[in-house]
C-alpha cells in the first residue's frame, strides 16, 4: 500500500515535470529562431532578384522587409535603375531610387546577379561592376542615411546546367571588390550555403533549377546574419 | 531658262526636305512616338550611361533619344541624330548589334527560366525595325504595326 502511495507520488511527479521539460525543449527550438524577431533582422530590408522575392514567403521576416518587382526578375543590366520594385507601402510598382527615398531603410541587403548578370555578364565583369555600382549609387543619392549591405550571389545546385559556381565565384570578388572600393560590408553567404564542392546543398534546393532555396536555406542566410550584427552596426 | 527654273525648283525641294531632316531632333522625333503609343502606355528616356554602355561612345552622335516601356514588356525606340549621313550604315550596324545582344539576354533568361513566358519579348526583337532618315537613325523594338505608324508620321 505504502509502495503504492511512493508510486503514485513519483508517477505524479513525474507528469507534473515531462510538460516542463517540453516546454523546455520548446523554449530551445524557439531560441534556435529567435534571430527571426531580433531587432537586428528586423531593422533589415531585402532587395534583390528572385532569390530575395522568395524570402516573402519561405523566410522568417515581414513581407514589408523584400523589396522584389511584381515577377521576381531583377536583372543586373544598363536598365538595374529603371526597374521598378513593389512599394511595400504603396503595393505601386516605383523606381527602386524612388522606394529608398521615401522609405529610407535603415539597412538595406542587395543580393543581385544571379537573375541573368552572373551568365549574361561572364565574359564582360566591367559590365558587372559598372551597373551593380550604378545600382548602388542611384540608392545611396536617393537615401544618403541608409546602410547598404552587399551580400554574396547564392551558390548553385548541381542540376544548374546554364550558371556554373565558378561564375559565382567570379561575380562575388566583383562585389566584394565593389564593396570594399565604396566602404560597404560584404556579406559572404556561400560557406554557410555549399556543400564540400561549392554546390548549393541538397537540403537548400527549393527547385529542379539549382538556383531558387528552401525555407530552411533562408534560415541559414539570416542566422549568419545576424552573427554579423555587431560588424555590421560598427 | 526652263531647265534653270527647272534646276531652282528642284533646288529648293532638296533644301526643303533637308531643313526638315535637320529639324526633326531625337526627342521630336520620340513625342511624336509616344503619342502613337497613347498615354496609357508610361515609357522612361534612358540616360547617358545607357546609351555610353550599350551603343559605345560615338563622336559622330549629336543627339540621342532612348524610350523604354517602363512596365517590363520591352517595348523600346530610339533616334540618334548623326553629324554626317555618311555614319549612319555604322550606326545602324550598331543598333543592330545591340538589339542582338538584348535578344541574347532574354534568351538566357529563358534558359534559366524554362517555365516562364518569354516568347512575346522574343517576337519583338525578331520583328524589329532599324532604318534611317538623313541623318537621323531610327529603331523600334515592338510590334510591326506602331512602328510601321511612328515611321510613317515623323517622316510626315
Not at chain 1, 114 to 134: C, N, T
Not at chain 2, 26 to 40: D, H, Q, R, S, W
Not at chain 2, 133 to 156: C, H, Q, S
Amino acid at each position: 500500500m505504502r509502495f503504492n502511495r511512493i508510486f503514485l507520488f513519483i508517477f505524479a511527479i513525474f507528469l507534473i515535470l515531462f510538460p516542463l521539460f517540453g516546454c523546455r525543449r520548446a523554449s530551445a527550438a524557439a531560441k534556435a529562431v529567435q534571430y527571426t524577431e531580433s531587432d537586428f533582422i528586423s531593422e533589415l530590408t531585402f532587395l534583390g532578384d528572385s532569390t530575395t522575392a522568395h524570402m516573402q514567403s519561405r523566410a522568417a521576416v515581414q513581407k514589408e522587409q523584400v523589396w522584389a518587382t511584381k515577377n521576381r526578375y531583377l536583372n543586373l543590366d544598363s536598365r538595374i535603375t529603371y526597374a521598378r520594385i513593389v512599394a511595400p507601402d504603396t503595393g505601386e510598382e516605383e523606381l527602386i531610387a524612388d522606394v529608398a527615398a521615401r522609405l529610407k531603410p535603415r539597412y538595406l541587403v542587395i543580393t543581385l546577379g544571379i537573375d541573368y548578370g552572373v551568365y549574361y555578364y561572364r565574359e564582360r565583369p566591367d559590365l558587372f561592376a559598372h551597373y551593380y555600382e550604378k545600382l548602388v549609387c542611384a540608392i545611396q543619392a536617393a537615401s544618403p542615411e541608409t546602410h547598404v549591405i552587399l551580400q554574396s550571389i547564392f551558390p548553385v545546385g548541381r542540376s544548374c546546367t546554364v550558371i556554373t559556381n565558378d561564375m559565382v565565384e567570379r561575380s562575388n570578388q566583383i562585389i566584394k571588390e565593389l564593396a570594399e572600393k565604396k566602404g560597404l560590408p560584404f556579406v559572404d553567404q556561400t560557406k554557410v550555403l555549399a556543400d564540400g564542392q561549392g554546390y548549393l546543398r541538397e537540403e537548400f534546393c527549393y527547385s529542379e533549377d539549382g538556383i531558387h532555396l528552401t525555407d530552411s536555406a533562408y534560415t541559414a542566410i539570416l542566422s549568419h546574419l545576424s552573427t554579423l550584427e555587431h560588424e555590421i552596426r560598427g | 531658262m526652263k531647265k534653270i527654273c527647272f534646276l531652282f525648283v528642284l533646288l529648293l525641294a532638296f533644301s526643303g526636305c533637308s531643313r526638315e531632316t535637320m529639324d526633326m531632333t531625337p526627342e521630336k522625333a520620340a513625342e511624336v512616338v509616344l503619342t502613337e503609343y497613347g498615354e496609357n502606355t508610361g515609357f522612361v528616356r534612358a540616360d547617358e550611361d545607357f546609351l555610353t554602355t550599350n551603343f559605345g561612345s560615338r563622336d559622330y552622335v549629336r543627339e540621342s533619344a532612348v524610350y523604354f516601356s517602363e512596365n517590363g514588356d520591352g517595348n523600346e525606340f530610339g533616334f540618334f541624330r548623326l553629324s554626317d549621313e555618311q555614319y549612319s550604315d555604322e550606326m545602324i550596324a550598331a543598333v543592330e548589334e545591340y538589339i542582338n545582344s538584348e535578344r541574347q539576354s532574354v534568351q538566357s533568361l529563358a534558359s534559366l527560366y524554362p517555365a516562364d513566358e518569354l516568347s512575346d519579348r522574343l517576337q519583338r526583337f525578331d520583328s524589329a525595325t532599324v532604318g534611317h532618315m538623313g541623318d537621323l537613325v531610327y529603331y523600334f523594338i515592338t510590334e510591326p504595326t506602331i512602328a510601321k505608324n511612328a515611321v510613317r508620321r515623323f517622316r510626315g
